[in-house]
């Protein structure tokens, strides 16, 4: 089992920055893949950022060129540093792990708000 606790989230206005932290139980190089999730008011969560443990880095579209996804091992943390905050980024933000890299994600955290007002 792995926990993961999301931190970082907050009120900005539009142009301004965040950096959420994910904070894992276990040594995130024992997963394929760590990312960022996030999930607007009636709509679906969506993949924002990911990377897998030979550091490939994919990224929505939308978020390409603001948002930056990195980790430390030694810390147990993956970042999401959001530059650029746009209105419509506002969501709340989950931390997810899959342990096979088959777009199936087996750990979740508690979701952090993030809200950018224009």
């Known amino acids: 089992q792995v926990w993961l606790a999301e931190s970082g989230g907050g009120s900005v206005q539009a142009g301004g920055s965040l950096r959420l932290s994910c904070l894992s139980s276990?040594?995130?190089?024992?997963?394929?893949?760590m990312a960022w999730f996030r999930q607007a008011p009636g709509e679906q969560r969506e993949l924002v950022a990911r990377?897998?443990?030979?550091?490939?880095?994919d990224y929505k579209d939308s978020v390409k060129g603001r948002f930056t996804i990195s980790r430390d091992g030694a810390k147990k943390t993956v970042y999401l540093q959001m530059n650029s905050l746009k209105p419509e980024d506002t969501a709340v933000y989950y931390c997810?792990?899959?342990?096979?890299?088959?777009?199936?994600?087996?750990?979740w955290g508690q979701g952090t708000q993030v809200t950018v007002s224009s």
């Open positions: 997810a792990a899959s342990k096979m890299d088959n777009n199936k994600y087996d750990y």
């Open positions: 276990e040594n995130i190089f024992m997963v394929s893949v």
């Open positions: 990377i897998n443990v030979g550091g490939r880095i």
